[in-house]
């Protein structure tokens, strides 16, 4: 059970393509260390279309296997950035005030203070890029990941709004993350995560359109302690009734796991 991981208080299966089907005695097991849920998923990568999946990228086919507007947008990309891996104290210097800048459509709950910032670059956990200016020096994208065995979760990336969108600085450094991961360290793939439950962000619909990304159809099951599963087992059926979001995310992840395509 080394693969899982307590997050936002459940555990989640952070190897995917390593994964099996739990028992109720293992979530349970799980459950004793706390957290209030197990998420797992299994069958990964399966033929038929199901109701949870991965978007990754497991090929990498260089500039070429891209549609053509892609291509003339990335060249755009590196005509005017240079796409670098960078040491968590370069990207603490130059990578707080635009990871805010890149949330800022999302509201202020999203942003993060100095301390919030040094702490996450500085916990040893993670990859760093920047797409920086080739005149300017300043950083307009960024990229934050983090190897997990034999595969690459891509955690999180962003781009200054200010930046001219005719530079399209995130295609550059999309590719070339591609590039670095499948082709020079050779991983299995590249994962932008799970189907949101969500859905607040088109960054998948984007990878899949763009950059060949595709989805690795599974199975998912949910696991709860015994109040919250019988609140969820009492709510369900009102689930398209309830308005509190956070509440309705969780129910409709729930129905991907009872094999429910809404």
Not at 85 to 103: A, I, T, Y
Not at 160 to 171: C, D, L, Q
Not at 195 to 201: N, P, V, W
Request: hydrophobic residues 35%.
């Amino acid at each position: 059970m080394e693969a899982f991981r307590l997050y936002k208080g459940g555990w989640v299966n952070t190897i995917p393509h390593q994964s099996v089907k739990i028992t109720q005695d293992e979530a349970r097991n799980l459950l004793k260390k706390g957290g209030r849920f197990v998420k797992n998923v299994y069958n990964w990568d399966k033929q038929e279309p199901s109701s949870f999946w991965y978007v990754i990228k497991d090929v990498y086919g260089g500039i070429d296997e891209l549609p053509v507007k892609v291509r003339n947008q990335v060249r755009k990309s590196q005509k005017t950035y240079d796409f670098k891996k960078v040491s968590p104290e370069e990207m603490n210097e130059l990578g707080f005030d635009l990871f805010n800048k890149s949330r800022e459509r999302f509201g202020q709950n999203m942003s993060v203070t100095r301390e919030q910032w040094a702490s996450r670059v500085n916990s040893g956990d993670g990859d760093f890029w920047l797409a920086v200016d080739k005149e300017t020096g300043m950083a307009e994208g960024f990229g934050i990941n983090r190897i997990i065995g034999d595969y690459c979760s891509y955690v999180s990336m962003g781009v200054n709004p200010n930046a001219p969108k005719s530079t399209y600085p995130m295609y550059g450094l999309i590719l070339e993350m591609n590039r670095y991961y499948l082709e020079e360290l050779k991983l299995n793939y590249v994962c932008d995560g799970a189907r949101s439950i969500t859905e607040h962000s088109n960054i998948q619909p984007f990878l899949e359109e763009k950059f060949k990304f595709r989805k690795a159809y599974c199975d998912i099951q949910m696991i709860y302690k015994p109040l919250l599963g019988l609140a969820v087992k009492l709510l369900f059926p009102f689930r398209k009734l309830i308005k509190i979001k956070k509440l309705q995310a969780f129910l409709y992840q729930e129905s991907m796991a009872r094999g429910i395509i809404e």
